[in-house]
């Protein structure tokens, strides 16, 4: 959970700092964009960026650790971490790419993936949900995301140059 916890934590600052709107408050989008930040880490490097496993609720995927976190969060409390160049690449791009979306966009959005539509199989709509959405269908997912810079303006497929390798850095 601490993993989970400071990526949320960075999700928070870097939609401040890109969107210029607080994410504080609004549960809902953060676990959407959490959800949106591990299937573009899956694109970028093939790994996870963080182990806890989403649950497929109505709403769409949600963590449970997280479940009621703006309670008793504060941004002054943050934590003194390092993320890596890619980690924050990811982070950046997914505020860029979700963060001018709100809830209920989100959520819509993801119900159109196959990783919640699985976990939802045999329930009925308005039903809480608690089964784990497989990172094998969030990798099928990712399968059909088409990356983009929004630095450079353009897809990352779209780059002559690009070094795949440079993605799956840690430092």
């Known amino acids: ?27 809902m989008k953060a676990h959407k964009l959490m959800y949106f930040a591990q299937k573009t880490s899956l694109v970028l490097t093939g790994e996870t960026l963080f182990n806890e496993k989403f649950e497929g609720w109505v709403y769409g995927p949600v963590l449970p650790s997280l479940r009621n976190i703006f309670k008793h969060f504060k ?34 959005m993801s119900h159109e993936e196959l990783s919640w539509k699985n976990s939802r199989k045999g329930m009925r709509t308005n039903q809480r949900g608690y089964y784990s959405l497989k990172i094998d269908d969030i990798r099928k997912d990712a399968e059909n995301m088409r990356i983009y810079d929004h630095l450079y303006d353009m897809y990352l497929d779209e780059f002559d140059d690009i070094d795949e390798e440079e993605f799956r850095c840690v430092e």
């Not at 993320?83 to 959520?107: F, R």
């Open 75 to 108: 941004e002054e409390e943050f934590s003194d971490f390092k993320l890596n160049a890619t980690e924050t690449y990811i982070i950046d791009n997914t505020v860029h790419t979700y963060g001018k979306y709100d809830s209920y966009t989100l959520s819509k």
């Open 1 to 27: 959970m601490e993993r989970t916890y400071e990526i949320l934590q960075a999700l928070v600052k870097a939609h401040e700092r890109i969107t210029g709107e607080s994410l504080i408050g609004d549960e």
